[in-house]
């Protein structure tokens, strides 16, 4: 099993910047990709960015540009540095951990409001 624990969300103004923090712990080994994606009500959760093992990163459309994803393999741990922020980045952001035999592993997940 893998436990994510996230940290760094808040209320942001417009154009702001925030980073999110997700430390893992557990079976660290058996993590293949890591990464976040966010929700809001009505609507299915969708992927905000992820990293591999590797480094090699995706991002959703929206958030190309803007958002970066991150690995710190010596703490286990992944950000997401989040700049010129929009009233539609708001959502529950969630981390998440994909292991090498296909089982995934979310965080309780973080709020993120921007807003003026």
């Known amino acids: 099993q893998v436990q994510l624990v996230e940290s760094g969300g808040g209320l942001v103004q417009p154009g702001g910047s925030l980073r999110l923090s997700c430390a893992a712990s557990g079976s660290i080994s058996s993590i293949a990709a890591m990464g976040w994606y966010r929700q809001v009500p009505g609507k299915q959760r969708e992927l905000v960015a992820s990293a591999t093992n590797g480094g090699r990163t995706n991002y959703g459309d929206s958030v190309k540009g803007r958002f970066t994803i991150s690995r710190d393999n010596a703490e286990n741990t992944v950000y997401l540095q989040m700049n010129i922020l929009k009233p539609d980045d708001t959502g529950v952001y969630y981390c998440?951990?994909?292991?090498?035999?296909?089982?995934?592993?979310w965080g309780q997940g973080t709020q993120v409001t921007v807003s003026s």
């Open positions: 998440s951990a994909l292991l090498t035999y296909g089982a995934r592993y």
